[in-house]
């Protein structure tokens, strides 16, 4: 068997720093598990820009065609906010999706024990929250024409276009409806049908593919109230499945009931290829933070579960990520705490070296 491949693009701001510690992980794996991955390094967002003039180099990009997966640090920062938008850094990551096709999005957001204090809810309505949200990523309405900006008389007018087709809805359901039968076979689909066409067909689509799966519990939910039953009572979720639009915007308010942002792995899953894997990219939802880019302040953790998902999603190593998850939550017991987990009596300190050396400890000590 071929040794499973991996393309790291860290990208921009603490998206180094937070994949130095995946790669120091990735090398415990081969030295201690014999769990090797050929590993090859490239540029996304802002520094491909820097040296190639655009924000994904179409020889990173075919090498993305070739690997098992990529993992992706983050894209970003002021100094490229005067580019135009079509080179702006953020367009090297929609352009991965998009000719990817990763059209399915999964977000967790787990609360870990240790973590709870830190949600602005309280611990009651948190701990022990285990949600994953499953957001269709490469159609809806930041991909539907027509879009952008003309002049109708005297003035202008900002254009885009909510557009989904059947099989673009089918397709999301289905990678939904298969991760709800190895959870708590729940499902709630969300979307805007009292007022949009679109939200009619997601419906009417979600319906014909849970006659399917008759072991899961459906439900629907207004994207609207969805926002709110997120913030009322988060633990009545398992899987939520939604659109582009409303999955961008719930995913980042169920994140926030976890405490921090820096804690939240993110997976993007395509097609199968040839070998049966699926295309898939893992990236930290956090963004690129060039506030605190190069102070070993950043939390790797988030970067790290992205690579646990990696390991559970795409290399069929379960155990072996849940292993890493553990390592985690036990660090996390410890009281050990980047910046951004900081403010509790007790807690140690580390940059994010340390952190990943700790997490490294922890492995060690499951052996």
Same mark, same amino acid.
């Given at each position: 068997?071929?040794?499973?491949?991996?393309?790291?693009?860290?990208?921009?701001?603490?998206?180094?720093?937070?994949?130095?510690?995946?790669?120091?992980?990735?090398?415990?794996?081969?030295?201690?598990?014999?769990?090797?991955?050929?590993?090859?390094?490239?540029?996304?967002?802002?520094?491909?820009?820097?040296?190639?003039?655009?924000?994904?180099?179409? =020889?990173?990009?075919?090498?993305?065609? !070739? #690997?098992?997966?990529?993992?992706?640090? $983050?894209?970003? *920062?002021?100094?490229?906010? @005067?580019?135009?938008?079509?080179?702006?850094?953020?367009?090297?990551?929609?352009?991965?999706?998009?000719?990817?096709?990763?059209?399915?999005?999964?977000?967790?957001?787990?609360?870990?024990?240790?973590?709870?204090?830190?949600?602005?809810?309280?611990?009651?309505?948190?701990?022990?929250?285990?949600?994953?949200?499953?957001?269709?990523?490469?159609?809806?309405?930041?991909?539907?024409?027509?879009?952008?900006?003309?002049?109708?008389?005297?003035?202008?007018?900002?254009?885009?276009?909510?557009?989904?087709?059947?099989?673009?809805?089918?397709?999301?359901?289905?990678?939904?409806?298969?991760?709800?039968?190895?959870?708590?076979?729940?499902?709630?689909?969300?979307?805007?049908?009292?007022?949009?066409?679109?939200?009619?067909?997601?419906?009417?689509?979600?319906? =014909?593919?849970?006659?399917?799966?008759? !072991? #899961?519990?459906?439900?629907?939910?207004? $994207?609207?109230? *969805?926002?709110?039953?997120? @913030?009322?009572?988060?633990?009545?979720?398992?899987?939520?499945?939604?659109?582009?639009?409303?999955?961008?915007?719930?995913?980042?308010?169920?994140?926030?009931?976890?405490?921090?942002?820096?804690?939240?792995?993110?997976?993007?899953?395509?097609?199968?290829?040839?070998?049966?894997?699926?295309?898939?990219?893992?990236?930290?939802?956090?963004?690129?933070?060039?506030?605190?880019?190069?102070?070993?302040?950043?939390?790797?953790?988030?970067?790290?579960?992205?690579?646990?998902?990696?390991?559970?999603?795409?290399?069929?190593?379960?155990?072996?990520?849940?292993?890493?998850?553990?390592?985690?939550?036990?660090?996390?017991?410890?009281?050990?705490?980047?910046?951004?987990?900081?403010?509790?009596?007790?807690?140690?300190?580390?940059?994010?070296?340390?952190?990943?050396?700790?997490?490294?400890?922890?492995?060690?000590?499951?052996?």
């Amino acid at each position: 068997m071929s040794t499973p491949s991996l393309l790291i693009l860290p990208g921009d701001g603490i998206g180094p720093e937070v994949m130095a510690e995946v790669v120091k992980i990735i090398d415990w794996y081969g030295d201690k598990r014999g769990l090797n991955f050929d590993v090859s390094m490239d540029l996304v967002g802002g520094a491909a820009y820097d040296k190639h003039g655009v924000p994904l180099a179409d =020889e990173t990009m075919a090498k993305a065609h !070739e #690997v098992d997966a990529v993992l992706l640090g $983050a894209v970003g *920062g002021p100094k490229y906010d @005067v580019l135009d938008f079509s080179v702006k850094p953020e367009r090297g990551l929609l352009r991965l999706r998009k000719e990817l096709d990763l059209f399915a999005n999964l977000r967790p957001a787990q609360c870990f024990d240790a973590l709870a204090d830190f949600s602005s809810l309280k611990k009651d309505i948190v701990a022990g929250l285990d949600i994953m949200i499953v957001r269709e990523l490469t159609s809806g309405i930041y991909f539907g024409e027509p879009r952008g900006i003309i002049t109708e008389g005297n003035e202008r007018v900002g254009i885009n276009t909510q557009r989904y087709t059947e099989s673009e809805i089918r397709r999301v359901a289905i990678a939904a409806f298969e991760l709800a039968m190895k959870r708590s076979k729940k499902l709630c689909s969300m979307e805007k049908a009292n007022v949009m066409e679109s939200g009619i067909l997601w419906r009417e689509v979600v319906e =014909e593919v849970a006659k399917d799966y008759p !072991e #899961v519990a459906v439900s629907h939910m207004y $994207a609207d109230n *969805g926002a709110m039953q997120l @913030v009322r009572a988060p633990k009545q979720f398992d899987v939520i499945v939604t659109d582009n639009l409303f999955g961008d915007i719930l995913s980042d308010c169920a994140a926030m009931l976890t405490g921090s942002l820096g804690m939240l792995p993110s997976a993007s899953l395509g097609a199968p290829m040839a070998n049966g894997r699926p295309r898939a990219m893992y990236e930290p939802v956090h963004g690129s933070a060039p506030d605190i880019a190069g102070q070993g302040k950043a939390n790797p953790i988030a970067c790290i579960l992205s690579f646990a998902m990696a390991l559970r999603y795409s290399f069929d190593e379960g155990a072996e990520a849940t292993r890493l998850e553990t390592a985690i939550e036990k660090v996390l017991a410890d009281g050990v705490r980047t910046a951004d987990l900081l403010g509790e009596e007790g807690a140690t300190p580390v940059t994010t070296s340390e952190m990943g050396d700790k997490i490294i400890e922890a492995l060690n000590a499951s052996l």
